[in-house]
């Protein structure tokens, strides 16, 4: 979808053990990476788990 629409893009997969796997571009590293992030990422999914 990306290469398609020439943007950027971060994907979550929830893993049903409550494991959220994370893709994302240089540009949102920091974003995925921070602890608030994930912590707010956890609490969206209802995920006690980040990887």
């Known amino acids: 979808l990306n ?3 020439s943007t950027e893009v971060l994907l979550l997969v929830a ?3 409550g494991i959220v ?3 994302t571009p240089a540009r949102f590293k ?3 990476l921070q602890s608030e992030s994930k ?4 609490a969206c ?3 006690t788990k980040t990887s």
């Open 3 to 5: 290469v398609l629409t």
């Open 21 to 23: 796997h994370t893709y």
């Open 45 to 47: 999914m209802g995920a």
């Open 30 to 32: 920091p974003l995925a």
């Open 15 to 17: 893993g049903g053990e």
């Open 39 to 42: 912590t707010l990422i956890q």
